[in-house]
């Protein structure tokens, strides 16, 4: 390796170019820092803002605040941050004719901040550091690393080829990095596979929905509708002036199999209606309002992988966690892996090491990523998962029996319990969000292990801090 450290960002998604930034602020904060080079490799002519509504929760916002993007994000959330507990997610009983009912409003430290991805990828494009080269149209095709060589060969689809010293995928489910990483025949970690859900996505614009539907909730909150099989989720995006709305229909018996025809295509309206006939108005004004086109995904996930790093390359973002969206955690983990990744190779305690060997290094910063992200990823992956068996009365709950004190209502005292124990598995389901250690304790414990490996003093003793 040269003096200068290139890294190459295979996706320039909400994950590669949090990664790029990050990379770009933290190394040149230190005057000890690697020297660092960043190529970004986006496969489309430009960045794009596939999707539409992204949630972010306390541990995001705890990083987007370490690497200075807090005052940007706020800027074009529907409602600025507030670290006292404020309202989250309401749930509703939604799948019968009469009105539905709230049964169950999720509180946690700074809510729900709702945002549209297209907010996002422009705050970070517009912050992407002088020493980041982006490149448009380049697509990987394969990668190859040897033992005996210290770089990384990376071949484009267009024929065109070049070297780096690490190599990070942050391209997607579709991930070519993760494919070439799992070539030796475990096709259950290169290929993702359906998760037996399809979610048919859409906006509305707000005026529209409250003239339909004077004082809707999803308008003013972050509303989940739930029903057997299927559920909706509708929030305010785009500081109040549009409404996200996915609608989920879901075919548990299929979850693990291989969806064969397009995952992304369009549906007209009346065909998502007749999967909601005999719901509640309030759902019904969501489709009523609809577009006539609606796009129609289904839902892929990865399965949870036996590793995130293999020598100097690493997975970030949905190459390595795919997940369901159902905690609205896809783009937030993805950040948290950025935060981490950067932090561990921008370190001056890389090229501080008694050992001269800065390949050797590398490895062991990208293995202590890994050793950090991966449990907590593939934590909240699951999580995703049971929460959208949950939500949609398919997840197996000790239920206790109807007794007196249960108030009746037009479903019945059990539905009532029911909907009971469905509340406290979500409070369960969602304490990672607000409980636990924070991304400052997770980068403490990567750096104490970083100096430990490497045979250094940094002076953390037993409590630690989050700096430098």
């Not at 539409?52 to 705890?62: E, F, L, N, V």
């Not at 690497?67 to 706020?74: E, F, N």
């Not at 057997?228 to 979850?255: D, M, R, W």
């Not at 973002?317 to 981490?340: K, L, S």
């Amino acid at each position: 390796m040269s003096d200068t450290l290139r890294i190459a960002i295979i996706g320039g998604g909400i994950g590669g170019l949090t990664l790029a930034v990050a990379l770009g602020k933290l190394s040149q904060s230190s005057p000890n820092s690697p020297n660092v080079k960043v190529d970004l490799y986006e496969s489309t002519p430009k960045f794009t803002t596939v999707g539409a509504g992204i949630s972010m929760y306390t541990r995001t916002w705890r990083a987007m605040q370490l690497l200075g993007l807090d005052g940007d994000v706020a800027k074009v959330a529907v409602q600025p941050p507030d670290e006292e507990e404020t309202e989250g997610t309401f749930y509703r009983k939604s799948d019968q004719l009469a009105d539905g009912y709230n049964f169950y409003e999720m509180k946690m430290p700074f809510g729900a901040i709702t945002l549209h991805r297209a907010d996002i990828v422009s705050i970070l494009h517009s912050n992407l550091p002088s020493i980041c080269t982006t490149h448009f149209n380049k697509k990987l095709s394969s990668y190859s690393s040897s033992p005996k060589s210290n770089f990384t060969e990376l071949r484009f689809t267009d024929g065109t080829t070049t070297t780096t010293d690490v190599l990070i995928g942050a391209d997607g489910i579709h991930s070519a990095v993760r494919s070439g990483m799992f070539s030796g025949g475990e096709k259950e970690f290169a290929e993702p596979v359906w998760s037996g859900t399809i979610a048919y996505r859409y906006l509305i614009p707000a005026k529209k929905l409250e003239e339909a539907f004077p004082g809707h909730q999803g308008l003013t909150k972050q509303m989940a509708y739930l029903g057997k099989n299927k559920h909706a989720v509708c929030y305010p995006i785009s500081q109040g002036t549009q409404a996200n709305v996915v609608l989920f229909v879901s075919q548990p018996h299929l979850e693990g199999t291989h969806y064969e025809p397009a995952w992304v295509s369009e549906v007209e309206k009346d065909f998502v209606g007749k999967e909601f006939v005999g719901w509640e108005k309030e759902v019904q004004a969501l489709l009523d309002c609809a577009p006539q086109r609606i796009m129609k995904w289904a839902i892929c996930v990865v399965n949870p992988l036996p590793k995130y790093v293999e020598g100097r390359v690493g997975l970030l973002g949905d190459a390595a966690h795919a997940m369901t969206p159902h905690f609205g955690a896809g783009a937030g983990q993805a950040v948290e892996d950025a935060y981490i990744l950067s932090r561990l190779l921008t370190h001056p305690l890389l090229s501080s090491a008694p050992s001269s060997d800065i390949h050797r290094n590398l490895e062991i910063a990208l293995k202590i990523y890994e050793t950090v992200r991966r449990p907590v990823a593939q934590a909240i992956t699951k999580g995703a998962r049971d929460a959208g068996l949950l939500y949609e009365f398919n997840l197996p709950l000790d239920v206790p029996e109807v007794g007196t004190e249960v108030q009746d209502g037009e479903d019945g005292g059990g539905m009532k319990v029911m909907l009971g124990a469905i509340a406290k598995k979500i409070y369960e389901l969602e304490e990672w969000q607000f409980k636990g250690p924070d991304v400052d304790e997770d980068w403490v414990r990567a750096k104490r292990m970083l100096a430990d490996h490497l045979g250094l003093d940094t002076g953390l003793g037993s409590g630690g801090e989050g700096g430098e």
